[in-house]
């Protein structure tokens, strides 16, 4: 099928924002005809209770097998152990359940059907008024501005899948993303969310981000700009700051090269691990444009067919979220590049391989606050994986560069209270400094190396 050929198909959907009054998501689920989901279903709540409460008799259960077994008294029948072979394969099924997106047996639970590629798809009912309905909004609303001190409102969005990781290191990893993305959050006034939910299931993997994304932009006007970073991502460079006022004049900014996107129109031009969308009407047309390519299917399938065919270097495999927003810059460049920065000047996105094994040189010769190949400001775990049974990298050195990335950034933190990691690779911390009868001093130097913006600081 050639790209000439091929059209982005969208669920149909039908009503609009009412004039003057600001939409939200509950008033576009409804008007888009779906049943709300911030509820769980009756049938789902009694399956969760019922299922807690048979963990917490097997686990009595179990408490008494180990119990008796270690006293060395057996007072067991065959019939017992029968039952109690019974009970043990029982909670493996309880537990393989909690593990699993889907309640199989609640009756409440709409059964999954594939995308008609016959029909439209959308991420709700068209909007087109929403920057005269959020400055309205914003106008009656002074008590949550979308400014504060000159500086644009930033909303930091991350997450994972609702489920247990396949690889149980994997959540102690995901735990330590978390806290490095609150501890950079927490220091330059960023709010931040933290997302587990499925909102759509036809968006699923890579496109799981764009529904969250507009369901927060509606949900949260008085947000500038929404900052979406994968959570194999952490910040490196705790004390760099995004220069926003270079920003001013567009609303999409993404870490790229010109040349690879222009030039070769390469398929890694752009990398969408960690981009900033500004809450504003072109966002919303731009994701509307963006998402008719990702249900999962046919529709998906075809577009990566188009996507292989046009973007150099791109595998054969279904359409991903980056290649799409690449193809569709490039294809309809009139309509929005004017409109995207394209970030080079800093590692908004850093690849790892190369990075990491050269911590100890950038503490030896540089500083934080440059945010560049010197000190990258953001290390992204292309390829690692560390929730998923597989990836394109070893786990242990995908795991031990990510223990490094941690430390390197948590050091920049603990270091306000006086203490650093023993090494790169140790969790133990060392004390770095002595405590003093002055230790504003401390906080002082500290609070100056956050918000000076030169990059000028030791």
């Given at each position: 099928m050639g790209q000439d050929n091929f059209t982005p198909l969208k669920r149909s959907s039908t009503g609009a924002a009412a004039g003057g009054v600001l939409p939200t998501t509950n008033a576009a689920s409804a008007a888009?005809?779906?049943?709300?989901?911030?509820?769980?279903p009756r049938g789902r709540q009694i399956q969760k209770t019922f299922n807690n409460i048979k963990i917490t008799i097997l686990c009595g259960f179990v408490t008494i097998l180990v119990l008796r077994g270690t006293i060395g008294v057996n007072f067991s029948s065959p019939d017992e152990e029968t039952i109690n072979q019974q009970l043990i394969e029982e909670a493996n099924r309880v537990l393989a359940e909690i593990r699993s997106d889907v309640d199989p047996d609640d009756p409440?639970?709409?059964s999954d059907s594939e995308t008609n590629p016959n029909a439209t798809y959308s991420l709700g009912p068209k909007i087109s008024s929403?920057?005269?309905d959020r400055k309205a909004w914003l106008s009656h609303n002074a008590e949550f501005p979308s400014h504060v001190d000159g500086k644009p409102k930033i909303l930091l969005v991350t997450g994972s899948t609702p489920k247990p990781c396949d690889n149980p290191i994997g959540d102690h990893y995901l735990l330590k993303s978390v806290k490095n993305k609150i501890d950079y959050c927490r220091l330059h006034g960023i709010e931040i969310i933290y997302n587990m939910a499925h909102l759509d299931k036809e968006l699923s993997g890579y496109w799981a981000k764009l529904p969250l994304l507009r369901k927060l932009m509606l949900s949260h006007p008085e947000i500038e700009w929404i900052w979406w970073m994968d959570s194999d991502a952490m910040f490196t460079d705790m004390v760099f700051e995004l220069p926003m006022d270079k920003y001013k004049d567009y609303n999409l900014v993404v870490h790229g090269y010109h040349d690879l996107m222009f030039i070769q129109k390469s398929w890694i031009a752009l990398n969408t691990g960690s981009f900033l969308f500004r809450n504003c009407q072109w966002s919303l047309d731009l994701l509307d444009a963006w998402a008719p390519y990702g249900p999962k299917g046919v529709i998906r399938d075809e577009a990566g067919k188009i996507m292989t065919a046009y973007l150099k270097g791109r595998p054969a495999f279904e359409a991903d979220d980056q290649s799409a927003l690449i193809y569709l810059l490039l294809t309809q460049k009139d309509k929005w590049i004017d409109k995207v920065f394209i970030e080079s000047e800093f590692y908004l996105h850093g690849y790892w391989v190369g990075l990491v094994d050269r911590y100890e040189e950038m503490m030896e010769k540089y500083?934080?606050?440059l945010g560049d190949e010197r000190w990258p400001f953001v290390t992204h775990f292309v390829g690692c994986k560390p929730c998923g049974s597989y990836g394109d990298y070893p786990v242990e050195r995908c795991l031990k560069?990510?223990?490094?990335?941690?430390?390197?950034?948590?050091?920049?933190v603990i270091k306000l209270y006086g203490f650093g990691h023993r090494g790169l690779l140790s969790p133990k911390i060392k004390r770095i400094r002595n405590d003093t009868a002055a230790p504003l001093e401390f906080v002082d130097q500290f609070r100056h190396s956050v918000t000076d913006k030169s990059g000028s600081q030791n």
């Open positions: 888009n005809g779906r049943t709300g989901r911030g509820a769980m409440d639970e709409p929403w920057d005269l500083h934080p606050g560069s990510m223990e490094r990335a941690f430390n390197f950034a948590d050091n920049q």
